[in-house]
């Protein structure tokens, strides 16, 4: 029975927490220094051992040795590019520019000992098209018919309506004039108007 017991109480320390004796400052200060993460505690020292095994630190005396080391090591390949990029500007300089420095130098210096001065040749402005603003009298023949078949509607239609104009005079009041005409016609005369 106190095997049993024994081995409950193990397979129960695998999976669950265990105490760690620590003294108050300490506890304090991981407390509040896990407290910026939003994480648990355990969370938060297992992130930080994880840290130190990842990047081979020794928080009692090597570790800072060894950042400090990586950060030379960086610095030196830093410096290595910037003496290649260094070179190639040379280069570009030896190779290109300055030839080409140069000979714009002696064109300049050509011109000068030359002391003429160059003509300058009018500048020859197109003229501004201004018939686009003037109507046209021309129309093509089809929207000319066009335009008259529908005058020739809108004549008719307008002769329909004034031959349906009645002038009415009333007992009491001035004459007005009444037109003859349906709702429907009506409305489609409004639309057509439209």
């Known amino acids: 029975m106190e095997k049993q017991s024994k081995n ?4 129960k320390v695998t999976g669950g927490y265990s105490n760690i004796t620590v003294k108050k400052e300490t506890a304090l200060r991981f407390r509040t220094y896990s407290k910026k993460f939003n994480k648990s505690h355990s969370e938060v020292l297992d992130g930080m051992i994880q840290y130190f095994k990842e990047n081979h630190l020794d928080p009692f005396g090597e570790g800072t040795k060894v950042i400090l080391d990586s950060i030379k090591k960086l610095q030196l390949e830093m410096m290595k590019k910037f003496d290649r990029l260094i070179a190639i500007i040379k280069n570009m300089e030896k190779t290109s ?4 420095y140069e000979m714009v130098l002696i064109l300049y210096e050509a011109y000068v000992k030359d002391g003429r001065k160059p003509r300058r040749e009018p500048v020859q402005l197109q003229e501004e098209r201004k018939d686009f603003l003037e109507p046209r009298n021309t129309v093509p023949k089809v929207e000319h018919d066009r335009m008259l078949q529908e005058f020739k509607e809108y004549k008719n239609r307008c002769n329909e309506i004034l031959s349906s ?30």
Not at 8 to 11: E, I, N
Not at 181 to 193: A, N, Q, R, V
């Open 165 to 194: 104009v009645e002038k009415v005079e009333p007992m009491i009041g001035k004459p007005y004039l009444k037109i003859n005409m349906g709702i429907g016609d009506f409305e489609s005369l409004k639309h057509l108007l439209r």
């Open 97 to 100: 520019i300055r030839p080409t």
């Open 8 to 11: 409950a109480r193990t397979k």
